[in-house]
């Protein structure tokens, strides 16, 4: 009787040794919840500025190809010969003097220059993230610094070999309009995307 009451008192209470269980799996489950929420957090935002490079960097592109197409058409009698150009990454001096319209020349170029616009709007998303989209004179001033940016490197940064070509075609001028037109593009795609956020959240 002696014995079995000592060992009955140091034996734990039952409910003691399950809430001491419960506690830390409590605990391990609220971190995972956190951590949960915050991987979620970051995919959504990550996706956010890959749709926003896409967006704005394919309106960059098609603004400044149209104004490609106009500039050259008046200036070398050829609506393809400026995106002509841009394929001399591949087929050299060849397609800096190409006129007529083709796939190995104007399709490649106009590829070339989509990647290439895609890659300054990520820049652009990169420099506004976490800033309000929905304020136009904000987003314009980035799109045009980043348009700046974009031809600095073009024609000062960038060898030869790599340039965008259509400069051997068009006048300074023309190439004002041109990056003109690109900035217009990336501001424009970035506010569309704003916009569309703003109302997501409505």
């Known amino acids: 009787m002696g014995c079995g009451s000592r060992q009955h008192e140091q034996a734990p209470a039952p409910g003691r040794g399950e809430r001491r ?115 136009p004179a904000h987003v314009a001033v980035a799109g045009i610094a980043t348009s700046a940016v974009a031809c600095f490197v073009d024609f000062r940064l960038t060898p030869e070999r790599l340039t965008p070509g259509f400069e051997h075609r068009l006048s300074r001028r023309s190439l004002a309009v041109v990056y003109g037109a690109f900035a217009a593009g990336l501001a424009v795609g970035f506010l569309l995307m704003g916009g569309r956020k703003a109302r997501d959240r409505a």
């Open 21 to 135: 269980q419960r506690v830390p799996a409590r605990l391990s489950y609220s971190g995972v919840v956190v951590g949960q929420h915050t991987l979620a957090v970051m995919k959504s935002a990550f996706k956010l500025s890959v749709v926003r490079s896409v967006v704005a960097g394919s309106l960059a592109s098609v603004f400044s190809a149209v104004a490609l197409v106009l500039c050259g058409q008046r200036e070398t009698g050829s609506p393809a010969a400026t995106l002509n150009a841009v394929s001399h990454w591949c087929w050299r001096e060849e397609a800096l003097y190409r006129q007529g319209a083709d796939v190995r020349h104007t399709v490649l170029g106009y590829l070339i220059h989509h990647g290439a616009s895609v890659f300054w709007g990520a820049l652009l998303a990169w420099a506004l993230h976490g800033k309000p989209a929905s304020k």
